[in-house]
């Protein structure tokens, strides 16, 4: 059975508002979703950092100065909560996603549009309400985990809240999740076959079956604890004969697979980015896909690992140490694939490309200490320490923010089609890798030698340490201005870009910048070697 | 091959033109529903591992009476059967039996939820007197929603199938087709729970 598309009914062109208006309508274009959820997800950014500023400003004492315990937990649990769920996962899935798929599968549009806006329009009501929330009665203070008894025990309109507002993320995420795995099986191209597509499809292929499979689990989850919280149900009640390994049993199900949620994308984005700049074919485009999906079936079966201290049986320690270590394989193979698609290339030394090769430095460290963690007697000296912060920003900073980051140069010329300023973007990349490294690395220190996480004091003696990682945080504060004012001088007055700056050959750069609405005039081009660099030069000699 | 000239063409009469692609609504509601499947995977593996780690304390211990849920059962499983018969006749543009079958299996629904709400009433233990009974009604009132919302999809196709100018026809099939799919995964869910919760 086929259905006809009729241009003015998905598009509403006549109806639809234009210019900047459209980024604040119900638009059905993926593009303007795209850039919906990019400049939602920065807004959210802004305030999450905001969060991590007064942290940090906090711990540059050792006593709980500069605000009150409570505040401080809330405080923490906004920043994770905002963060994770209204910054990195929307925009490394949602923004990138919604622009680039329907390029590299050669449509015209996501395959369902109108469940695509509803998924970007769950997201600034629940993030919204999830801010306000501190101002009802005190936001959530379990942290994002939101482990009972500790969400039980707090104050329950800031946690109820919490757990509306994370079940219509989800719900987004889910409908996103959908719509990618049918855009990008079903919506392809006729002639473009799955080996063909640019690494970042299959990326988001893998990344929307953990979606698709893991966050309902989190749904199910999260209703349970709002069971338990207004309806006094026992089952993570330990008090009510209810068990709370449970409830870390299911919420890692779904947020351990979150964490390839928030990294795969990343590692499809810079597979994009890194032969572009080099001018080399990817390395290893086969072993890259196998690796994506390995990931993904490997992310399914180690969440255990987050629970070596919650009384797990020796049996269980054993099965996901194993299976831990194993995702390094996998990972290792992507790591030594880019290192190999830079090697030997004619690489330029731009935003774009520093961004990335950032990413890789500091992968590879979050890597290295993902390993050490996964080891349970080392994991139960550092369990809820600040090795495990310095650990997982390394991931989801270092590696995913930083991807954000080199994305966002990169892609920008073709979304406006002015280019960013270069000087102001390497400016940009120096004090963030700077600020970053002095921020995070100092807290492995700080964890081996047993500073908890998650208390608003800490022993004198770690003051020193604390203070050199609140002064990378400044650094990282500061990082945004470069680019805020690079962002809004290239909007405004940037060099044109033309339609290809970087010569590139993935198939969103084949049509103009910006593209027109409905991505193509004309055909679809067939793209059947994204990564043919270098050729046409040997073919010249 | 566009030369530049048609491809302006189709721009100026871009409202006019109709590309045709395959049907992937179906595709869109399976991934849906593999979604929804892991929302109950995750209770009945919750549910499970209650039943093995966490001892019930005396007296809390119930043996369910069987009678109500195997007539549910049988409901669920005719309704299936009935909702299939529907999907038939349309397809013989028999448009009033169809409709028909559909009111019988919106019937069958309903009879089913009257049930559930029945053994509710009789149950020897409420929502939060343990954890068996917190779980039960969990389980049982999570797929008791499901079914609610099936028979009001039920009842809304069955109102557009009326006669003559309804909108499902034939050619037309993917209301009930969709609907149709979901009926059958909420009754394939309902034996899973049934094994579980009653028999296991």
Redesign the interface.
Known sequence: MTISIDPQKTNNESLQPKGWLRYFSFSLDHKVIGIQYLVCGFLFYLIGGTLASAIRIELASPMSDFMPRDVYNQVLTLHGTIMIFLWIVPVVNGAFGNYLIPFYVGARDMAFPRLNAVAFWLIPPSGLMLVASYFVEGAAQAGWTAYPPLSITTPQSGQIIWILSVLLLGGSSIFGGINFIATIIKLRRPGLKLMQLPMYCWAMLGTSLLVVLSTPVLAGTLILLSFDIIANTGFFNPVLGGNVVVYQHLFWFYSHPAVYIMVLPAFGLVSEILPVHARKPLFGYTTMVFSIMGIVVLGLVVWAHHMFTSGTPPWMRLFFTIATAFIAVPTGIKFFNWVATLWGGKISINSAMLFSCGFIINFVFGGITGVALAQVPFDIHVHDTYFVVAHFHYIVYGGTVFIIFSSIYHWFPKVTGKMLNEKLGILHFIITFIGFNLCFAPQHWLGLNGMPRRVAEYDPQFQFVNQISSLGALLMAISTIPFLINVFLSVRNGKNAGDNPWNALTPEWLTSSPPPVENWEGEAPLVEEPYGYGKEISEQK | M?TLD???E??KN??E?????????M??LI??L??????????F??YL??KA??P??DGAIYELELPIPTLNTILLLVSSATFHKAGKALLKDKNSDSQKWLFFTAFLGIIFLICQLFEYFHLPFG??D??FA??FY?LTG?HGLHVTLGTLMILIIAWQSRMNGGRLTSQNM?PLEAVELYWHFVDGIWVVLFIILYLL
Do not use: C, W
């Not at chain 2, 033109?17 to 609504?25: G, K, L, M, S």
């Not at chain 2, 593999?34 to 209770?43: E, L, R, S």
């Open positions: 566009t048609s491809s302006k189709i721009q871009n409202s033109v109709n590309e045709t692609h395959e049907d992937f609504r595709f869109g991934t849906f593999i979604a929804d499947g892991m929302t109950f995977a995750g209770f593996a919750a591992t209650y780690v966490n019930l304390p929502l939060t343990n954890l917190s779980t969990a999570f993917f």
